[in-house]
């Protein structure tokens, strides 16, 4: 169902060979061969190993499955709405938290929106970009986000990023201050 006149996918086909999937797994080069088999995935199997930084002296390698990723993606989406109609702001690169990101909106429903790189360390620019891109769900630090907060907090009521409904903040500590400004400035 490409829409008429939508240059990436052709470039994708033509430049760089690619095959494009219909959401329901099918071929658009053959639509008569039909759904694509589902994969068969054996939970246990480890999906990938997430790396430590070394918290407690010794950075090591944790192997996570298959099945505690979908398990996890699975709770985190439902319970943090980046189902559908939720716009789930991809602000952190790589690492766990960024499978989180894109796993929990994907298997959710909901649509995941890449920050771009000349935005992500930016608080100015990334106050903008919320609000234009109507991102419902970002996740952050509480660092990046007491920055973030000053930026909206010096900004018009009207332009602020009101469509923000969940801010999640992890890997720091949590100050009370930084969640009482959040709360003000982001009903």
């Given at each position: 169902?490409?829409?008429a006149?939508?240059?990436?996918?052709?470039?994708?086909?033509?430049?760089?060979?690619?095959?494009?999937?219909?959401?329901?797994?099918?071929?658009?080069?053959?639509?008569?061969?039909?759904?694509?088999?589902?994969?068969?995935?054996?939970?246990?199997?480890?999906?990938?190993?997430?790396?430590?930084?070394?918290?407690?002296?010794?950075?090591?390698?944790?192997?996570?499955?298959?099945?505690?990723?979908?398990?996890?993606?699975?709770?985190?989406g439902?319970?943090?709405?980046?189902?559908?109609?939720?716009?789930?702001?991809?602000?952190?690169?790589?690492?766990?938290?960024?499978?989180?990101?894109?796993?929990?909106?994907?298997?959710?429903g909901g649509?995941?929106?890449?920050?771009p790189?000349?935005?992500?360390r930016?608080?100015?620019?990334?106050?903008?970009?919320?609000?234009?891109?109507?991102?419902?769900?970002?996740?952050?630090?509480?660092?990046?986000?007491?920055?973030?907060?000053?930026v909206?907090?010096?900004q018009?009521?009207a332009?602020?990023?009101?469509r923000?409904?969940?801010?999640?903040?992890?890997?720091?500590a949590?100050?009370?201050?930084?969640?009482?400004?959040?709360?003000?400035?982001?009903?």
């Amino acid at each position: 169902g490409e829409p008429a006149g939508d240059g990436l996918t052709g470039w994708f086909r033509t430049e760089l060979g690619g095959r494009v999937l219909e959401l329901d797994g099918g071929i658009p080069a053959d639509p008569a061969a039909g759904p694509a088999p589902a994969a068969e995935v054996d939970p246990r199997v480890r999906a990938y190993v997430a790396h430590t930084s070394g918290s407690t002296g010794r950075p090591k390698g944790i192997a996570q499955t298959h099945g505690a990723l979908a398990q996890f993606a699975g709770w985190m989406g439902a319970e943090f709405g980046m189902g559908r109609g939720a716009r789930v702001a991809q602000w952190v690169p790589e690492h766990d938290p960024a499978l989180c990101e894109v796993f929990a909106t994907l298997v959710c429903g909901g649509t995941l929106c890449p920050v771009p790189d000349r935005i992500r360390r930016n608080p100015d620019k990334l106050a903008g970009w919320l609000a234009e891109q109507r991102i419902s769900v970002l996740q952050t630090v509480p660092s990046f986000a007491r920055e973030l907060l000053k930026v909206i907090d010096a900004q018009h009521p009207a332009d602020r990023p009101r469509r923000l409904e969940r801010l999640l903040l992890m890997g720091e500590a949590l100050p009370g201050d930084l969640v009482n400004g959040l709360r003000a400035a982001l009903p």
